[in-house]
Antibody, heavy 119, light 107 residues
């Protein structure tokens, strides 16, 4: 059974850097074809794809946020970390991590973590 | 970047109805499309991948079709659990964008 869980601060100040950790179980991020992605959703709005890291350390980012995002993995700890710099109130959202299957799509999601950006 | 346009943005229907949601890609994505259902306050659930393949455990009333730039999600007989928001997402090439969602509400 695959599970994922996001952790990190619930409140950050404008201009600060957000660091979120996705801790997962039930799969290995060293298995060919596997990926872990981050997706966010502002309150009442649509899903927004942010970043994805593959088993071979290939990394993909949303072009509009690429300068602010870094995604890394620690295979031994079964964790994926997303950092987002220069946080702004418009970045207030629920942030999800999700498991990407080899056939495409995200088949398992974390519960999400609400991050509020406010001074 | 490939843009995904969903329609309608809101759909009103009743239990037992057959409904169809459309997703159009700004360029061809072959069959690299997924559909999700998101219930209020919950994470999305994968329903369909590769445009028409039913994810394990998903009821057979859900079906997907299409290729290239036009795709549909059909629910053959709406159940109370299906009143939610639906999203399409392509995974042809990065960035793997989502559509803006279709809110399926009770008539």
């Amino acid at each position: 059974q695959i599970t994922l869980k996001e952790s990190g601060p619930t409140l950050v100040k404008p201009t600060q850097t957000l660091t979120l950790t996705c801790t997962f179980s039930g799969f290995s991020l060293s298995t060919s074809g596997v990926g872990v992605g981050w997706i966010r959703q502002p309150p009442g709005k649509a899903l927004e794809w942010l970043a994805l890291i593959y088993w071979d350390d290939d990394k993909r980012y949303s072009p509009s946020l690429k300068s602010r995002l870094t995604i890394t993995k620690d295979t031994s700890k079964n964790q994926v970390v997303l950092t987002m710099t220069n946080m702004d109130p418009v970045d207030t959202a629920t942030y999800y991590c999700a498991h990407r299957v080899t056939t495409g799509g995200f088949d398992c999601w974390g519960q999400g973590t609400l991050v509020t950006v406010s001074s | 970047d490939i843009q995904m346009t969903q329609s309608p943005s809101t759909l009103s229907a009743s239990v037992g109805d057959r409904v169809t949601i459309t997703c159009r890609a700004s360029q061809s994505i072959s069959i690299w499309l997924a559909w999700y259902r998101q219930k209020p306050g919950k994470a999305p659930e994968l329903l369909i991948y590769q445009a028409s393949a039913l994810q394990g455990g998903v009821p057979s009333r859900f079906s997907g079709s299409g290729s290239g730039t036009e795709f549909t999600l059909t629910i053959s007989s709406l159940q109370p659990d299906d009143f939610a928001t639906y999203y399409c997402q392509h995974y042809h090439s990065s960035p793997y964008t989502f559509g803006r969602g279709t809110n399926l509400e009770i008539k």
